[in-house]
């Protein structure tokens, strides 16, 4: 099975999203639609339970720049385990930090 969470910029820009299936999920990052030359977002995602295979890609046609030029950066997927992805918009680019594997216990 799996599982689709849009994330857009619109609704505020610190967000959690708790992944609580062990569905392959999709984290689809939503193109801006305000007109802004710089803004961030803050993305945490807790994972509620272990097994989670999750992915993040850019929708409506948006590509993410990662550090390194990887493709798609390795969430963890873990019981009581935080991943944090700091992203950052710059007149039409995105850029995307992923910070991993932190732990708050269960």
Do not use: C, R
């Not at 961030?40 to 995602?45: D, E, F, G, R, T």
């Not at 046609?61 to 019981?79: E, M, R, Y």
Request: a negative charge.
């Amino acid at each position: 099975s799996s599982a689709e969470y849009l994330i857009s910029w619109d609704n505020s820009n610190i967000q959690k999203i708790e992944l609580d299936t062990t569905a392959t999920v999709t984290l689809k990052l939503k193109a801006l639609s305000i007109n802004n030359k710089y803004t961030n977002l803050l993305l945490v995602i807790d994972h509620k339970i272990d097994g989670t295979n999750a992915s993040i890609v850019g929708d409506d046609g948006i590509s993410v720049k990662w550090p390194g030029g990887i493709s798609d950066p390795v969430l963890t997927a873990s019981i009581g385990v935080i991943d944090i992805i700091s992203f950052y918009y710059s007149n039409g680019s995105y850029f995307g930090l992923p910070m991993s594997n932190f732990h708050y216990g269960i």
